[in-house]
């Protein structure tokens, strides 16, 4: 009996303690939370299809790309692969039934669907129009329902703290006997480097935003410089604990690129050490570089060049990785399907914001392109485009496993090839006008901008029909595709050694993982040589 079989009714799964549903509640959240942030973004780009109000006034502007910040990171970005594949698979990964602490993990997603409802209901009280960042003095004296916000992020990342903590417990204790720390997926390794992340900084970011949340309810002004404060020391803990959420994002999304390249370049990775301290070295650097955000907020010049060099330091670690796969390709029986374009596109949009992330980590450049759409776009390229594509490669790739079937592939390299033109059109052109002055997050802008903010808009309308048909056919999958085989990638990662979808206890029997974890020498049971 596969676990969607055990027990069918609703409670059975609002209060399951399966990790496997779980990974699923989550997965269905972030996908209603990926559509609500794609709706406000793309009414953000349709106003500014002229340089004038197009379809809204500035204070409605304000209050959608507010939301649409809000939502993305806050409610999908961080929480998107870790949460949904990561519940799914780890604990398959590491031959164990469960996680170590199941209930602890149905209780993170109940208190992430509360921070989340809090966060929404928030649109209900008087909106919020303070930009994702919630930067003081405006956000602790803003009359919009900032308060209400601030407590949904709040309660949302404590829903991220349970769950680093399952994982590192998990991965310390559950992992199959034998199975040494360098024969695990790479996964998890990346899964484990993000949870170390999630546990250390996400409480700095909860005292942060209640500091805030006490400046509304009781005029304490930790960051009003009216009564004393220092809206600068909230940058400084905002961001000690943002910029290494830059890696929550992407670390788990370097994992999937991995499983992905190695299953379809029927190879075992270029350099398996390599990969997994890499992302050991991503996380640990990702703590000290927070100061490369507030170069023009007074720091010396000593600290700004010692937060430059850090910030390009991680970028030696991510090239790691980047040469690791694509030499992994060299040589390998290469098998072009969908997962694999979304790795395709991760790889362009992540080398190409990776470059523009080291010319913004240089003071001299960056106090011209600060609080510019330059900012904007490279942001998009290496999180909101790394994220996405990843978690687009995550979906395809463990979707057989998930439910049983397969989806179309030739509908799914067309959505493939839309998303990422659309993404690419939509944000090359801002990387234009920001390098022309043009400012973030303002309602109306010079005639000059004009064009290429409607090739901008006319990009994301591009990136909608793409999402849209990967929704359309995954749906339909779901209830009429072809049935899956255990293995149909003929991947040699520990997961698809179970049934799809795998039993309740994810193995019949006690598992075999006799052949290493990207051991394309050999073939598996009942299967012909590679």
């Known amino acids: 009996m596969t676990y969607l079989d055990a027990k069918t009714s609703i409670g059975s799964w609002l209060f399951t303690t399966d990790h496997k549903r779980i990974g699923v509640l989550y997965l269905v959240s972030l996908l209603v939370a990926l559509a609500l942030g794609g709706f406000f973004a793309m009414a953000v780009r349709l106003e500014h299809l002229g340089p004038d ?231 640990s650097v990702g703590f000290l570089t927070w100061g490369h955000h507030m170069f023009v907020a007074g720091m010396s010049t000593f600290d700004a060049g010692a937060f430059g060099v850090l910030s390009m330091l991680v970028a030696v670690f991510s090239a790691i990785k980047v040469f690791n796969w694509v030499w992994t390709f060299k040589g390998g029986a290469v098998l072009f399907t969908t997962p694999l374009l979304y790795v395709f596109a991760f790889l362009f949009l992540f080398v190409f914001g990776g470059m523009t992330g080291v010319a913004v980590a240089a003071m001299s450049l960056d106090v011209h392109w600060h609080d510019t759409y330059f900012v904007v776009a490279h942001f998009h390229f290496i999180m909101v485009g790394g994220t996405l594509t990843a978690f687009l490669a995550a979906l395809h790739y463990w979707f057989p496993k998930m439910t049983g079937r397969m989806y179309s592939e030739r509908l799914g390299l067309l959505s493939a090839a839309l998303v990422f033109a659309g993404f690419f059109v939509t944000f090359f052109p801002q990387f234009l006008l920001g390098n022309g002055g043009m400012p973030r997050r303002y309602h109306a802008y010079p005639e000059k901008f004009a064009t290429l903010n409607i090739v901008s808009t006319a990009g994301s309308w591009v990136l909608a029909t793409g999402m849209l048909i990967a929704a359309a056919y995954l749906l339909h999958a779901l209830f009429r595709g072809p049935r899956a085989s255990a293995n149909p990638w003929g991947s040699r990662s520990f997961e698809w050694r179970t049934p799809s979808p795998p039993p309740t206890h994810n193995f019949h029997g006690a598992p075999d993982f006799a052949i290493g974890t990207y051991d394309y020498t050999q073939a598996l049971p009942g299967e012909e040589e590679p």
């Open 53 to 283: 109000r197009t379809v809204m006034s500035a204070m409605t502007y304000n209050r959608f790309f507010t939301l649409h910040g809000v939502i993305m990171v806050w409610v999908f970005m961080i929480p998107s692969i870790p949460s949904a594949f990561g519940n799914f698979v780890l604990p398959i990964m590491l031959g164990a039934k469960d996680v170590a602490f199941p209930r602890l993990n149905l209780l993170s997603w109940w208190v992430f669907l509360f921070g989340t409802v809090l966060l929404l209901a928030s649109m209900l009280a008087g909106g919020i129009d303070t930009g994702w960042t919630f930067y003081p003095p405006y956000s602790s004296s803003t009359p919009t329902a900032v308060p209400l916000a601030l407590l949904g992020v709040f309660i949302i990342g404590l829903s991220t703290i349970l769950t680093g903590i399952n994982f590192i417990v998990t991965t310390h204790t559950m992992r199959l006997r034998g199975l040494r720390w360098m024969r695990m997926p790479l996964f998890v390794w990346n899964l484990y480097a993000t949870s170390v992340i999630q546990v250390l900084a996400t409480p700095v970011l909860g005292m942060v935003l209640l500091l805030v949340v006490m400046n509304h309810a009781f005029g304490w002004g930790f960051f009003d410089p009216d009564a004393g404060g220092d809206p600068v020391l909230y940058q400084h803990l905002f961001w000690f604990y943002s910029h290494p959420a830059v890696y929550i994002m992407i670390l788990p999304g370097m994992g999937v690129v991995t499983e992905v390249v190695t299953t379809f370049s029927r190879k075992n990775p270029f350099s398996y050490r390599a990969i997994a301290f890499a992302a050991v070295g991503i996380a």
